[in-house]
């Protein structure tokens, strides 16, 4: 399972970066908001010359001529983007037509298998389960990503499961679990999936005990 990071934050995303485990970075348009009085174009540029893998910028219009115009503008700025389209009417439509023409879509805001089904047809190269928002309503996220994982390797559907929405290193180790494609994250629970207090209890007793060598 490949982890990407869910941020619009430059630092975050270099932090990340130096680990060499980030293969990809999502946005949204809540995330670009959070980093205040940013140029969104400019942003997204700037994240593309960190990460090498693919970088999501998602679409802003709501009906499918808008969301085609926006994706064909989005997907030249950079040889690693990804169009970000919402799984809505509009969105297949805008789907269908630019996957035809090469560009890459991450379908967003996904909620059920019957949509991914639609957009895998449509040409969606990535869909994006929302997990922790359907933990939020009640509902099992991680058991949507694992009946997605399922149905498209029954069918041979070639579209990459993207976990998104996770909240807690817990998420991710069960995405894993359940065949998510990908994880992408909040730069805290990258750093949280990486701490573990025996780690540390352990790396302070090595180093004390080395200390009580040299001085012997």
């Not at 942003?43 to 115009?69: K, Q, T, W």
């Not at 969105?91 to 957009?119: D, R």
């Amino acid at each position: 399972m490949q982890i990407w990071l869910d941020t619009a934050n430059i630092e975050e995303i270099r932090e990340a970066s130096k680990l060499g485990v980030v293969k990809g970075v999502t946005t949204n348009p809540s995330l670009v908001a959070k980093e205040g009085d940013v140029d969104f174009r400019s942003r997204v540029l700037e994240i593309c010359d960190i990460i090498d893998g693919p970088v999501c910028a998602e679409v802003l219009s709501l009906e499918a001529e808008g969301m085609i115009a926006e994706g064909r503008d989005i997907s030249r700025w950079a040889p690693n983007i990804v169009v970000k389209i919402p799984t809505t009417a509009a969105g297949l439509e805008a789907i269908s037509v630019l996957s035809q023409e090469g560009i890459k879509i991450n379908q967003t805001l996904c909620f059920s298998v019957n949509q991914v089904l639609l957009g895998a047809s449509a040409g969606s190269t990535y869909v994006s389960p929302f997990v922790g928002r359907l933990d939020d309503v009640g509902h099992d996220g991680i058991q949507l990503v694992a009946d997605m994982v399922e149905v498209f390797s029954k069918h041979n559907i070639k579209s990459l499961v993207i976990a998104a929405s996770l909240r807690h290193p817990l998420h991710c180790v069960a995405a894993a679990k359940a065949g998510a494609h990908i994880a992408t994250i909040p730069y805290k629970v990258l750093m949280q999936m990486l701490k573990h207090p025996l780690t540390d209890i352990g790396l302070t007793r090595f180093v004390e005990d080395w200390h009580r060598l040299v001085k012997v």
